[in-house]
């Protein structure tokens, strides 16, 4: 094309050509059918040669108006492609952030990145989706969430489709109310001979426990979908339960909870971001994963 010929020319030629009508690319760029053919006929002119073959019935291209509708075509896909990625990209960002996350790790652990988040991006919305760890990592897999903060569980370690950052660990210990303290080192039996507080199935946690103490199956005297009620109960010497240390300092340090020693050998779990492999992140996302890893 030559540099100092006007895109609206090519523009208009291109719709004529997309037609094989003056009236039909008039109509569809919503100008009169005299403002096409001038258009054409200006190209025409400052390219110097004949693009159309016109009849009182047909339009066709010349050889070398074939020629050049390939070019300009070529050249509109082009364009017109990366401008609607860039207004994708515009209104992705708009659109806000959406992650996943437990109740609980939205509590314990993401409420001072969401400050931090409106201080250094307050023109990006975030939307929080507070579900058990696996449905917020379905949630990814959908494209329901760009992210997913989660209890790192180990079926989502061997799934291809996701990708896992590993932001930090944690340390899960039995706890009971002020009467366990000073009490002796509990047996796996004897920890079961107690009234056991545990959250719901289908949590990260809930799965965590089942599976360390698979061999020794009790039903619980409590079951919840809320870990402050669990811990407020627990207060209350209603039982023991199996919590992440890093959760409940203050009530440790305070004596309101005591850790209770066994004889159980508890590994320690992870906290991660998981993300989808099968689609790219907005760049909301992207200072998003970088602000937790800082």
Known sequence: MGSSISTELYRAFYGVGLHLSFSKAAKAAGVSQSAISQSVKQLERELNMTLFKRTTKSVSFTPEGQALFDTVAAAFSILDDGVMQLQNKVAHNKEGLKVAASDILCRHFLLPYLQQWQQDFPQVGLQIMNRPSPQCVEAVREGRCHLALVNIYDELLLDSQMEVVRLTKLQDI???????????????????????????????????????????????????????????LLRMNMGVSLVPKEFIAKDLSEGELVEIKTTIDVPIREIGLVRSRMAPLPESATNFVDMLMK
């Open 174 to 232: 039995f706890v009971g109310g002020s009467k366990y303290k000073r009490k002796k080192r509990y047996k796996v039996e004897e920890l079961m001979q107690e009234p056991m507080l545990l959250l719901e199935h289908g949590s990260a946690s809930r799965i965590f426990f089942d599976k360390l103490l698979a061999g020794y199956h009790k039903t619980p005297d409590f079951e919840l979908g809320s870990l402050e009620v669990l811990i407020d």
